[in-house]
């Protein structure tokens, strides 16, 4: 089993928070979290959700500090995760002749598990590659996250959606003013009262 790869359980969980729309807002969005993670299923009820919510903004924090490059600090949350939520390794065999290999504990809360699961694949995968391979999209509006697997480090945004728009955005010419017509200046109420400059000797000197 790659333990590394519950680090998208911990990717797909924090971007359920768009901007555009909670993907936790009720049951059916956690249940849809689940959907075809046989580890990971199980009754759940508003509690779970309260649990995931929660769970949610950690990983998030790890997320936002590692990109910011304060790795101490993204790791400090993260060792504080893998201590709430340890794993409990087995051995196990899926079907007569195959070799023993190690699976994760099934029993806890789903939240529990998710969160396990979630915390030790983010720690495989920084421990494999560092921690500045987490990143947080940049461009406008959007703050999906992501593990980025590119050679030289350089990925900045979650898709290619988001790379594409802001490309679009950086390419186009800057908004140039509206040209309108010179309007003669409208007449001010205080004109009529301004004094005529040297009204007394034009009136005889009265
Ligand atoms: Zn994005």
Sequence with gaps: MDLASYADLA???????????????DLDGLRAL?????????????????????????LRAIFTAACAGD??????RLNSLLI??????????????????????????????????AAMGLAVRIGEQGADRLGVCRADGCDRVFFDTTVGR?????SDHCARRTGVAAAAPPARPRVT??????????????????????????
Excluded: K
Aim: charged share 25%; hydrophobic share 25%; proline share 9%.
């Design 34 to 58: 689940l959907d075809g993670r046989p580890h990971l299923g199980g009754r759940v009820g508003h509690r779970d959700l309260d649990c995931m919510r929660a769970l949610r903004a950690q």
């Design 154 to 158: 350089s990925r900045r945004y979650c």
């Design 11 to 25: 990717i797909d969980l924090v971007n359920t928070g768009d901007p555009a729309g909670d993907g936790l807002r």
């Design 84 to 117: 709430q939520h340890p794993i409990h390794p087995q051995l196990a065999r899926c079907g007569d002749g195959t070799a023993w290999h190690v699976h994760l504990n099934e029993g806890g809360s789903v939240p529990d598990r998710y969160a396990a699961r």
């Design 181 to 206: 017509e010179s309007l003669p200046s409208p007449r001010l109420p205080h004109d009529d009262a301004r004094p005529v400059p040297n009204s007394a000797s034009r009136d005889g000197g009265q």
């Design 71 to 76: 790795e101490e600090t993204a790791v400090e």
